[in-house]
């Protein structure tokens, strides 16, 4: 797992970008990006969301984003930030 602290929403393709490459080679079988991002989901566009979404379905890396303003997004689509259990 990677925690990026203080990242704008601006700079977030390059922070995904680098968190990407670092986790997909962590150990582990659940590879989450986790990023704690100054300013609110609503100042995430389409131009940074959607490079973000196909990087994380590509790379099977879960992108989880806390903003600011208390709200939370992850990536890919339906992805989850805990693993599931396997009895």
């Known amino acids: 797992m990677i925690c990026l602290k203080d990242v704008n929403v601006t700079n977030q393709k390059s922070a995904s970008r680098k968190a990407t490459s670092q986790s997909v080679d962590a150990p582990g079988e659940h590879e989450i990006a986790l990023t704690d ?31 600011s303003d208390g709200t939370t997004r992850t990536f890919a689509e339906g992805a989850s930030v805990y693993p599931s259990t396997k009895n």
């Open 37 to 67: 991002v100054k300013g609110g989901q609503s100042e995430l566009t389409s131009e940074v969301a959607q490079p973000l979404e196909t990087r994380a379905q590509q790379s099977g890396v879960t992108h989880h984003l806390r903003f």
